[in-house]
């Protein structure tokens, strides 16, 4: 072997101070395992020429060869030069630098990829101006890279050297600085980093100095934001640098302070909300989150983007004055906040106005918000007005009309009181043909005589008469309305006057109210328009509008007409009476109305208004009122036409009695009966529906705020819709493919695969079972995602926890004592008396005479049966969804953070199905199950024709519950119709082999069953009815208690028959089924 | 009400009490009792031709009354009570009366065959066979009232079979004696259909030795002619009172487990009578005895303070 590459390089070395060869030859000896002689000869040659570069190269020579043994640890021959070449060059720039970047490299090399090394070196490089600070500063670099290397994505790394090397343009000592912060800060930010970076590299643009005070601020501030907002969030603060926000890191401080005291979950929110701010004025954002902690301790996160959107507007009309606005620094934001925070969402009090008026009303109405009957676009339009159709009562989202939130409550009480007063005193039971009680006369058969009467005369075709006459008696409000010419003006003197009866008998009825009541009517009386400026027609219903705000005194009265104001009074007085109906309402409406029409719509002249009395008008008389219309109908019959004057308009609406619509609720449970009774007469067809809309009094009133004519078709769809009426064309039965007749024929089937079972189906006609008819296909279900289980606890997580109370007070049953034991703890005093008197008596002793704790045990198996056909994949109406606000905390942090929650589940429940709804039951019971210990097994069923019965497994009822069946919720899916009978059958054969003394099967379903054969819609409905029937008979005499729950609110008709004298439960609203599910058990087994 | 305050100032806290053998207590004076249907006539009917009476019905609403009721009436013209000794007290017949004892036995679920029928006791001089309260009742030929009898050992099933079909017999096992029932005897038991459970029902072939009789709260204006004649308190209240029950009970199905009873709003009319302000007694009578749900509770506390001023 030559030594000459050797000699040759040893020679060299001897040029430089000693400290390089004494280091080289303690190197080489370590070397020479790594690489090959020609190899170490290249290394020894790269040695020399480190040494080579300057004068005081030979340091870095001199550390080249103390790191290399350990660095050709690392690195293959290649790479190793490569990283050697990378120390000769720094070392030509700088020795110091070099010898930086030697020591640095044993630790790097290891952790860094071999084509990264040349990066990282040029990055060390990159901060070298060749002054000394700036050698200091890359020396620096090089000192810290280990760390940095070893917890950063190499990626970061040059980002961050990039922002260093800017900050050094500005001050090096910032930058030395911000580069040993920037060590420790950095890993432990995580994937927001980039964010930060981004962020910091914007700073270093401009207000440089900052970026030191962000590395010091940064940890502490981001650990307040929510994971997965604090990129946005930084992002957020690179957007406000750039336009030119100087204070950074108060915004990262101040900022993240904001964001970590509103409630969980909102911080996206209050994001999207900075964000759309700064849009529209950068500068107004730290003002808002700087004031925001203490506008949140004010409002609720709703009411805030009421005073964010109008702090938003005055920013975009005065930028300072909006600034002011978010700095709490004005008038404007300060009552604003006042107003808002005494206002009362209905969200919050909707649980208890539900309840408030399904006692009064004795109905299970619903308490809905007003946005929800506009949505469904059937006539109601205003956002802001209460009304009801008659199964809901429809309030404003939010009052705030009073300085705190009792008065607004009270508010609320006293509109959904009126409402609910329409249904509990029979405003919307107008019967035509009912007689008044306190009018004797009765005046409207007459005039619908003299009305029908008129028409033929008017040579109308007889043909279209009749089907005018068909369609207006339709209800018996449209019946009655159609008396009038004027039918406007006949509607809104029937709606005040019916008012007037109603807010009587309210005061008569629940005096508690009265004060409230009295207040609400003072405020809208002081809202009225000023009589005096109105025609005469609308100024007398204006008077009556007034008396029945509880106003009589002082009212002014055209003095011309004084004897017909005091003829209003007195009609109006015979309905402030606790006896009065609806009925006597229609009377009064039509003698106001005989008054008024007779009268010429013109303005009286200011000085013709005298100011009255009308608290006692005195007694109505028919015979004056008589006289009153003959002298009337001879002054118009002398003065020729009448109804000259102002065209007619209507008043305006008196807002907490809000929006009434008798016709419509008529017409409405109208469809809806005929809906249920099919058969009976010809049902409402879609152009006879909107003929009857296009007359009625209580649109036409809506027509001026839209174009609603155009819509009438859109309307009548969907008032269809909502009566439940199948849209046209679609033939019953349609849907399930052709009818097989066929299905009936065919005989016993046979269970040919494994997991099969055939069963008998009773057929009431044969009064027998047809023997071996069905086929039951036993399959598992698949297995999907455990996270809709683990979601669906999460979501319901307050209602869980009310559950499993629940279900925790079984448990102290089992722990009592149980006296006249065979065996046990101790003897039972009384028993062994009695035994031993029996005993001196010669009388066979009872030899029970033990207690024992602890000794029933509940035993309990049940199977669950959950209808998977097709039909539970109906979206639920959402109006029909009732939330649950009984868990609403008092404590306003808790709630917004209980709203939030809930509003992020309102727009889920957008697409939610029944399917879906028992699903999450399914979850629930689970949970409540495996509380108490009960035996229980979860099955789905579905299925085509009788040979294709599918039976699902979610949870066999011997099995033990486990991850796979979180899975199998999952994959609860509407699949096809239901057989019920042999789905319970099947179930029965589950329970049987179980020998616990108390079994249960629950029958959770969502409609009639029906399959192909089974029951065909309008055809054989009984078949399956009947047959479901027997087999819950069977279960019955198997000793199982079936019980059957169903969301279909049309269950009554049929559950009746399907279950006899055993348990079910009609669900009239869906959405309680999670919650009811788990209690109905509990009472079942309790 | 105002009498029996001026009786114990008369006596000056003299105890009140009387004691009564349980088979001759009798219902000394009219109970007050408001017909609602033909209950009258039908139990009058199911007496005279032996015919066990089942009671149904929801809680408090009167048919513990009705039976006290019906065993005064029956027992009509009135019988005298003279207090004899100290407390002890025997009732004497009057010509023309029929002695119609009444027995109630409240059910509970650890109530034996043998706390009904009887039992041997030890005493110092050996044993003693002591008869038990439908024992003494089937001799005495009173109406034994067994209220809510779900609750009940089902062995007690034993005894009712044979007492409620023509037998009329109670076998009495351990003294080895059957118990031919007494001419007036008669078996009258009450259940609540609303606490139904899967694990506690009537049998059928227990129900079914029955005439059922079912009650409910009576109707609004007779509700109020009750509580008004019951609690003393003005007809005004009593009327809203009995509104209120009527508007409670529609919440029944929506979360109230039970509607206010006839009891309650009684009660609440008492307190009124008492000068308690109205909305406070319906709070305490009514409210919260209804519900621990706090909405619940709010709820009808919302329709109280909008009937009551």
């Known amino acids: 072997m030559s030594n000459a590459p050797f000699d040759e390089i040893e020679s060299e ?52 060869f103390r790191v290399c043994p350990q660095v050709a640890r690392s690195l293959a021959f290649p790479s190793f030069m490569q990283w050697a070449r990378c120390g000769t060059y720094l070392s030509q720039d700088s020795p110091a630098l070099a010898v930086s970047f030697f020591k640095a490299s044993p630790a790097i090399v290891s952790n860094l990829r071999p084509q990264y090394i040349p990066r990282w070196a040029g990055l060390g490089r990159s901060l070298y101006k060749g002054t000394w600070k700036s050698s200091t500063l890359s020396a620096r670099f090089f000192e810290v890279s280990p760390d940095m290397i070893r917890s950063l994505p190499f990626w970061d790394v040059e980002v961050f050297a990039s922002l260093i090397e800017a900050l050094s343009y500005k001050s090096y000592d910032i930058a030395v600085e911000c580069l040993t912060l920037g060590k420790d800060v950095l890993p432990v930010m995580g994937r927001e980093r980039e964010a930060f970076l981004a962020m910091c590299r914007a700073l270093s643009d401009g207000n440089w100095r900052e970026v030191k005070s962000c590395f010091e601020v940064a940890p502490k501030a981001l650990q307040q934001i929510e994971e997965g907002q604090t990129s946005r969030f930084l992002k957020l603060g690179e957007r406000l640098t750039k336009v030119g926000i100087r204070d950074t890191s108060r915004f990262l401080s101040d900022g993240s302070y904001a964001l970590g005291q509103v409630p969980q979950g909102s911080q996206a929110h209050i994001l999207d909300l900075c964000e759309g701010l700064l849009a529209v004025t950068p500068e107004a954002v730290p003002p808002f989150l700087k004031s925001l902690d203490g506008v949140m301790h004010r409002v609720t996160i709703n009411q805030l983007d009421t005073w964010f959107h ?9 930028p300072e004055s909006g600034i002011a606005f978010f700095k709490v620094e004005s008038n404007t934001s300060e009552s604003l906040l006042e107003t808002l925070s005494s206002s009362l969402e209905l969200d919050r009090v909707k649980g208890i106005v539900r309840l408030y008026c399904r006692a009064l009303s004795g109905s299970p109405i619903e308490a809905l918000s007003t946005q ?56 919307f039971d107008y019967d035509f043909d009912k007689p008044a009680l306190l009018f004797d006369e009765e005046r409207r058969y007459p005039l619908e005589r003299e009305l029908g009467a008129q028409q033929v005369n008017d040579d109308v075709l007889v043909g279209d008469l009749e089907a005018d006459g068909q369609t207006r008696a339709y209800t018996d409000i449209g019946r009655f309305l159609s008396l009038f010419e004027n039918r406007r003006l006949a509607f809104d003197l029937f709606t005040v006057l019916e008012d007037v009866r109603l807010d009587y008998r309210i005061k008569v009825e629940y005096p508690g109210i009265r004060q409230a009541a009295i207040d609400v009517q003072a405020q809208a009386l002081s809202l009225r328009p000023e009589v005096e400026d109105l025609p005469l027609q609308e100024a007398l219903i204006e008077l009556l509008i007034r008396m029945s705000l509880d106003h009589f005194n002082n009212l002014p009265v055209p003095v011309d007409f004084q004897e017909e ?41 200011e000085d013709q208004w005298e100011p009255e009395d009308m608290e006692e008008p005195g007694d109505f008389s028919e015979d004056e009122f008589q006289s009153l219309l003959d002298k009337l109908q001879a002054s118009q019959n002398s003065s020729g036409d009448a109804g000259e004057g102002d065209p007619y308009d209507s008043p305006e609406p008196v807002d907490y009695r809000g929006d009434f619509k008798p016709e419509m609720v008529q017409l409405l449970t109208k469809l809806q009966m005929d809906q249920n009774q099919q058969g009976e007469g010809e049902p409402l067809s879609q152009e006879m529906l909107e003929q009857l809309l296009q007359d009625s009094a209580e649109l036409e009133l809506d027509a001026e705020q839209g174009d609603i004519n155009n819509s009438m078709s859109t309307f009548a769809q969907n008032i269809m819709k909502e009566a439940g009426v199948p849209p046209p064309n679609s033939q019953p039965g349609q849907g399930y493919g052709p009818l097989l007749h066929d299905d009936d024929q065919g005989g016993e089937l046979e269970a040919r695969e494994p997991k099969t079972y055939v069963y008998d189906e009773w057929d009431f006609r044969a009064n027998d079972y047809k023997p071996r008819w069905c086929v039951v296909k036993e399959k598992t279900l698949d297995e999907g995602d455990p996270a809709f289980y683990n979601d669906s606890l999460k979501n319901y997580s307050t209602l869980l926890s009310h559950i499993k109370r629940q279900f925790e007070l079984i448990m102290p049953e089992t722990f009592r004592k149980i006296y006249r034991m065979i065996d046990g703890e101790d003897i039972d005093l009384n028993a062994a008396l009695e035994a031993a008197a029996d005993i001196r008596m010669k009388v066979p002793p009872d030899e029970k005479i033990y207690w024992r704790r602890n000794k029933i045990e509940r035993d309990v198996s049940v199977v669950f049966l959950l209808d998977m056909s097709a039909s539970t994949a109906e979206a639920i109406d959402e109006g029909r969804h009732t939330v649950d606000d009984r868990d609403a905390p008092d404590d306003p942090v808790e709630y917004m953070v209980w709203l939030r929650r809930r509003r992020e589940g309102l727009v889920r429940r957008h697409y939610k199905r029944i399917i879906d709804l028992e699903k999450e039951s399914t979850a629930l019971l689970i949970q409540a199950l495996e509380s108490i210990g009960d035996n229980y097994g979860i099955y789905g069923f579905s299925g085509y024709g009788r040979e294709n019965v599918e039976f699902y497994v979610i949870k066999d009822i011997e099995e033990n519950f486990t991850e796979r069946i979180k899975r199998r919720i999952d994959k609860i899916t509407p699949l096809h119709a239901t057989r019920m009978g042999s789905a319970i059958r099947h179930a029965i054969t589950k329970l049987e082999n179980q020998d616990s003394p108390t079994k249960i099967m629950f029958l959770i379903s969502d409609g009639r069953p029906q399959d192909r054969g089974y029951s065909r819609e309008g055809v054989e409905k009984e078949y399956a009815v009947h047959d479901t029937h027997m087999a819950l008979l069977e279960a019955k005499r198997k000793d199982i208690t079936p019980f059957c729950l169903t969301v279909d609110k049309a269950g009554h008709d049929y559950l009746k028959e399907m279950c006899g004298d055993m348990g079910y439960e009609v669900l009239g609203d869906i959405w309680a089924l999670p919650e009811r599910l788990p209690m109905l058990y509990r009472q079942l087994t309790a | 009400m105002v009498e029996a305050v001026e009786s114990v ?28 249907g033909d209950e009258l006539e039908l139990f009058t009917a199911a007496y005279n031709q032996h015919i066990p009476v089942l009671l149904k019905g929801p809680t408090g609403c009167g048919k513990t009354r009705f039976v006290e009721y019906m065993a005064w009436r029956l027992g009509r013209p009135m019988t005298v009570v003279r207090p004899v000794d100290s407390g002890r ?25 043998s706390d009904l029928v009887g039992r041997y006791l030890l005493d110092s001089e050996g044993t003693r066979w002591i008869d038990g309260p439908m024992t003494r009742a089937v001799k005495a030929g009173a109406i034994l009232y067994l209220d809510e009898v779900v609750e009940a050992r089902k062995d007690t099933t034993v005894l009712i079979h044979p007492l409620t079909d023509h037998r009329r017999i109670l076998p009495v096992e351990k003294t080895g004696q059957i118990i031919e029932a007494d001419d007036r005897f008669l078996l009258c038991i009450s259940y609540n259909p609303h606490y139904q459970s899967a694990l506690k029902d009537l049998k059928h072939s227990t129900r079914q030795r029955f005439i059922s009789v079912e009650f409910d709260y009576p109707p609004v204006e007779i509700e109020a002619e009750i509580v008004e004649k019951e609690s003393g308190c003005s007809s005004e209240q009593a009327a809203s009172l009995a509104k209120l029950g009527e508007k409670v009970r529609n919440l029944r199905d929506h979360g109230l487990a039970e509607g206010a009873s006839t009891r309650l709003l009684i009660y609440a009319g008492r307190l009124m009578t008492e000068g308690i302000p109205a909305r406070r007694a319906c709070q305490v009578a009514i409210v919260w005895t209804l519900t621990d749900e706090p909405e619940l509770q709010r709820s009808v506390e919302e329709v109280v303070s909008s009937i009551f001023e």
Not at chain 1, 312 to 318: E, F, I, M, T
Not at chain 1, 384 to 413: C, I, M, R
Not at chain 1, 576 to 588: C, I, K, L, P
């Open chain 2, 89 to 113: 007290a025997a009732q004497e017949l009057r010509e023309g009366e029929v002695r119609v004892p009444l027995v109630t036995i409240a059910c509970h679920e650890d109530l034996t065959a």
């Open chain 2, 9 to 36: 100032e008369s006596e000056q806290n003299e105890p009140q009490f009387k004691e009564y053998a349980i088979e001759e207590f009798l219902v000394r004076s009219e109970p007050y009792y408001r017909p609602v």
């Open chain 1, 372 to 427: 929800e009957l506009v949505r469904r676009n059937i006539g109601w339009v205003d956002q802001d007005t209460a009304t009801t159709d008659g199964t809901k009562v429809f309030l404003p989202p939010v009052v705030d009309h009073y300085q705190n939130k009792e008065q607004n409550f009270s508010w609320f009480k006293v509109v959904a009181t009126h409402q609910v007063a329409h249904l509990e005193f029979g405003s």
């Open chain 1, 310 to 318: 109008h702090g938003v507007q005055l920013l975009k009309d005065n």
């Open chain 1, 565 to 605: 104001a005091t003829m209003l009074a007195r009609i109006l007085q015979v309905l402030r009476d606790a006896s009065a109906n609806v009925e006597d309402t229609a009377e009064a409406t039509l003698r106001a109305y005989e008054i008024i029409s007779r009268l010429e719509n013109e303005t009286q002249p």
């Open chain 1, 13 to 64: 070395l001897a040029k430089f101070p000693p400290a390089v060869m004494d280091a080289y030859r303690e190197s080489a000896e370590a070397m020479e395992t790594s690489f090959s002689p020609e190899e170490l000869a290249l290394w020894a040659k790269e040695g020399s020429a480190i040494a080579g570069q300057t004068v005081r190269s030979w340091e870095s020579a001199v550390e080249y």
